[in-house]
């Protein structure tokens, strides 16, 4: 069973949505107390009535992860309200799908500012409270695509890699402080995150490769939180493409050959 999450407190960023409301509602059903950023009111407060509707505490706080001061009041919240953090969920991510060549330069920035500044962002200002306490548990949303890009989220993949180097970074530099790291990189996940990509513009896409529900990736990251481990693989034979891609790399370049073709609907090289 490992850890109990009574009365816990986890603060989850991009708890409006997807992975994020299903992490927050995944958390309260496990009897933590749950303190929800994201920008948008209506849908935070929605999900909070009903994580009280079901018995849970919940907390909205509208929080843009890309202003460092709006993710330090988030944690401020949740230290004034229950007096301590013990988790950190920095879930709270944007993609965009195009070719690199074709990504404009204020779409990168805006990826870097909400999918690695947020979750710096979010993880400096929780990390005083755990070094106080001396205890805690950073979990960091990343994704498959943080281990191996794809045509089509070249910039989207980069940001994902960064967290994965951030967080493998803080693992060695927290050692022996009590607060452990762990990275989550899910496969293609049914939500809202394709519609909101293709509303910046770039690529409509779906999916590709095996799809699984928020509510999956929800159960892996409670289960994380329970035995905190390194690194979360929520489909595990997507490790057959991580250990093909550090072992062979051309043999991945093959493989993800498909994509580019039904993404970017390029022939492949070869004979006519
Ligand atoms: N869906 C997938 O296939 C997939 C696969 C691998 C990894 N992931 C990762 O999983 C995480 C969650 O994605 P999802 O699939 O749940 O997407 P989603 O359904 O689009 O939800 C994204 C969440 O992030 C929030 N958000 C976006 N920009 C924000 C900002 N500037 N400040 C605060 N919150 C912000 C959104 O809330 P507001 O709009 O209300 O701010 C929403 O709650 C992301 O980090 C993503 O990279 C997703």
């Known amino acids: 069973m490992g850890r109990d999450l009574r009365g816990k407190v986890a603060v989850i960023t991009g708890a409006s949505a997807g992975i994020g409301k299903a992490t927050a509602e ?18 935070l407060e929605r999900v909070a009535e009903g994580i009280r509707a079901s018995g849970g ?24 309200a229950y007096g301590r953090l013990d988790l950190l969920v920095a879930n709270a991510g944007i993609g965009y799908f195009a070719r690199v060549e074709e990504t404009p330069l204020e779409v990168v920035e805006r990826l870097w500012q909400v999918n ?3 979750t710096l962002h979010a993880i400096r200002a929780a990390l005083p ?11 960091v949303v990343s994704s498959v695509s ?62 590709m490769g095996p799809v699984q ?27 057959l493409l991580v250990i093909l891609n550090a072992l062979a790399p051309r043999l991945a370049d093959a493989l993800l050959l ?8 390029d022939r492949l090289p070869g004979p006519p």
């Open 57 to 80: 505490e919940a907390l909205p706080v509208v929080t843009d992860v890309a202003e460092a001061g709006q993710v330090e009041g988030l944690v401020g919240r949740a230290v004034a």
């Open 116 to 118: 690695v500044l947020g």
């Open 26 to 43: 995944a958390f309260a059903r496990a009897g933590s107390r749950v303190v929800l950023g994201a920008r948008r009111h209506d849908r």
């Open 258 to 265: 498909r994509f580019r073709r039904r993404l970017l609907g």
């Open 129 to 139: 409270v755990m070094r106080r306490q001396g205890a805690g548990l950073l979990i």
């Open 146 to 207: 943080g281990k191996r890009g794809s045509p089509g989220s070249g910039l989207y993949a980069a940001t994902k890699f960064a967290q994965v180097g951030l967080c493998e970074a803080l693992r060695v530099e927290l050692a022996g402080s009590g607060i452990a790291v762990s990275v989550v990189l899910p496969v293609g996940t049914s939500t809202e995150f394709f519609e909101a990509a293709a509303a910046q513009g770039g690529l409509r896409v779906e999916p």
């Open 213 to 239: 529900t928020a509510e999956r990736v929800a159960a892996a990251i409670v289960r994380c939180a329970r035995r905190p481990r390194p690194e979360v693989l929520v489909y595990p034979p997507a490790r």
